[in-house]
Every structure is written in C-alpha cells, then in structure tokens.
C-alpha cells in the first residue's frame, strides 16, 4: 500500500484547509485511517483515525470540533478537514493506515503504512 498526502501549505490562524490520502497499491478498505501529526522537535501525535466505514470517528482533544476526518472508499482517499486553523497546528502531517482490522488506535506504533507528510503551516 502506497499512501501520498497532500493539501498542506501556509495559512492565517483561523483559515482552512483540507488535507487528501490517496491510496494505491494493495488496497484493504477494511483498515481504519489514521492522521497524524509531528511538530520540530517534538513526538508524532495523534490527530484523527476513520473507521473503514467511515461511521466511526476518534479525535485528539486539541483538534474535537474544529477537524473532521472522512473517507471515500471509492476513490480510495481520506481526508482531514480542518477550519480555525491555530499556530500550535503547525506540523508535518501524515496518514496513515490501521495494522489491524476494526480497531481504531491512537498510537502510531498501531499503524502500518504512512504517506511522505504534507507540512502545514500556521501563522499568527
């Protein structure tokens, strides 16, 4: 499985973006997809993951209610919708997929495939 993220960029604290996972390759819609995120200096920290449905969702507290992440299974994409961007947001994001059918983990050890990062970018 290949997974490429992109959509990242510079923005103004309280602008949008959304980011895109294209998958290709060895496809398994029965995975969760994950997002995470990796600021300088500091651990990769979970940010979001989708059930291969897409009915269930988790979010780290610091994104609940201002990112949503979803997925089209037919065009083997997620997303990651985020709006009141804030500088605290700026970090390399990746994608990522579920190492185990119908969980939903946090920990990036849980996850098997990433996608090269799309930097994101926030200013005050």
């Known amino acids: 499985v290949q997974l490429q993220a992109s959509g990242g960029g510079l923005v103004q604290a309280g602008d949008s973006l959304r980011l895109s996972c294209a998958a290709s390759?060895?496809?398994?819609?029965?995975?969760?997809m994950g997002w995470f995120r990796q600021a300088p200096g500091k651990e990769r920290e979970f940010v979001a993951t989708?059930?291969?449905?897409?009915?269930?969702?988790v979010y780290a507290d610091s994104v609940k209610g201002r990112f949503t992440i979803s997925r089209d299974n037919a065009k083997n994409t997620v997303y990651l919708q985020m709006n009141s961007l804030k500088p605290e947001d700026t970090a390399t994001y990746y994608c990522?997929?579920?190492?185990?059918?119908?969980?939903?983990?946090?920990?990036?050890?849980?996850?098997?495939?990433w996608g090269q990062g799309t930097q994101v970018t926030v200013s005050s």
């Open positions: 390759g060895r496809i398994d819609r029965n995975y969760a």
């Open positions: 989708i059930s291969w449905s897409g009915n269930s969702t």
């Open positions: 990522a997929r579920e190492n185990h059918i119908f969980r939903l983990g946090r920990a990036a050890r849980y996850y098997q495939f």
